[in-house]
């Protein structure tokens, strides 16, 4: 009987998620507009709901709310512990189609940030480093966009899905954070760089990653800008640079940032999570961002990237794992209870 019960249960839910399904996808889309940077209010992040037979459903098929399931519990807003946090301001939702650049050290086409907003992004990790980055983001409630090199990523996974299942924007900084823009570099190398290097991340996190991506060193070409283009992933340049990696310490770090921010009003402030400076930094840069009346921007992407399988099968074999790995851990491992 009590079987039975259930099977009505998860049948009455999965009616529901799939009429879900069909209104997200059959919903008009406001795609027409030339409009690249569309601002939406941050949304609160989709807890996944359990009806008491466990019937899970997942966040992604829950998005927008489907007809609400008969015993479902309505999922609560996530707390922030910490009442005068920096928080996230508001949530902008990109478009990367034909691959828009943001930052105006090098892209000026689209200066969506109004005064006084920042946008936190960090490169280069993960790294042993970064767990305190992400307890400094955590401790104020704010979001970044990291942009992590592949091979790091072969190195700390688990570092990476930290990063991922905080929250934050996921996008890449090449496989081996080699300098594209190298004389010595060949087209089919540097599409290798590109490319490996979201595969990376896709491997390490389980999912799709964000079309963000970030020069080493800014160094972009004509070639490599109008690949990007042609896969629909967006360049990220810089507006404030803490040059951490040539700080002599915390401080200075958040000197090169306050004085630079202080004078252009706002921007997207490029730090290196792999940075020791910027970890310890972190937790008093954000206080004083939040003083000095600056407004957290959390960046996302509208459609997330699909990596290319050839560069997923060289990673694996360069890896020299069994294809098997190539699986997202979710897919593999499943928490039956906590
Ligand atoms: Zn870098």
């Known amino acids: 009987m009590r079987n039975a019960l259930g099977l009505m249960l998860a049948t009455v839910v999965s009616a529901a998620v799939i009429a879900g399904v069909w209104f997200w996808t059959s919903s008009p889309r406001a795609d027409a507009a030339p409009q690249t940077v569309a601002a939406r209010k941050a949304e609160p992040l989709p807890a996944a709901a359990k009806s008491k037979d466990d019937v899970e459903v997942t966040a992604s098929l829950t998005k927008p709310a489907p007809p609400p399931a008969p015993a479902a519990p309505v999922a609560a807003k996530p707390v922030c512990a910490n009442p005068d946090a920096l928080g996230v301001s508001r949530t902008v939702i990109i478009d990367t189609t034909g691959g828009p650049g943001f930052g105006f050290l090098q892209y000026k086409q689209f200066d969506f940030l109004t005064e006084k907003e920042v946008v936190l992004t960090f490169d280069d ?14 401790d104020e409630c704010t979001k970044a966009v990291f942009f992590p090199v592949g091979k790091h990523t072969t190195y700390h996974p688990e570092i990476l899905r930290q990063v991922f299942v905080a ?8 496989w081996s ?6 004389k010595k570099m060949t087209e089919a190398q540097a599409k290798e760089e590109i490319e490996k290097g979201f595969s990376a991340v896709k491997m390490a996190i389980g999912a799709a990653p964000a079309p963000f991506f970030r020069f080493p060193g800014l160094g972009h070409t004509q070639p490599t800008l109008a690949y990007l283009g042609t896969r629909n992933i967006s360049m990220f340049s810089v507006d404030v640079d803490s040059n951490d990696f040539k700080s002599s ?10 004085t630079k921010l202080d004078k252009q009003g706002k921007g997207v402030i490029l730090m290196h999570d792999l940075q020791k400076h910027t970890a310890t930094a972190l937790p008093t840069l954000l206080r004083r961002l939040k003083a ?42 499943q928490t039956a209870q906590e």
Not at 125 to 138: E, H, M, N
Not at 306 to 325: G, N, R
């Open 125 to 138: 990790g993960p790294w042993p480093t970064t767990p305190a980055v992400l307890k400094a983001l955590a």
């Open 167 to 174: 929250g934050h924007t996921v996008g890449s900084h090449t």
């Open 177 to 182: 954070h080699a300098h594209l823009d190298s």
């Open 249 to 258: 310490g915390p401080d200075q770090v958040i000197q090169n940032v306050m």
């Open 292 to 333: 000095g009346g600056y407004k957290v921007v959390l960046m996302k992407a509208k459609v997330q990237l699909e990596t290319l399988a050839e560069y997923d099968a060289m990673l694996v074999k360069d890896l020299k794992v069994p294809t098997v790995a190539s699986r997202p851990i979710a897919s593999v491992v």
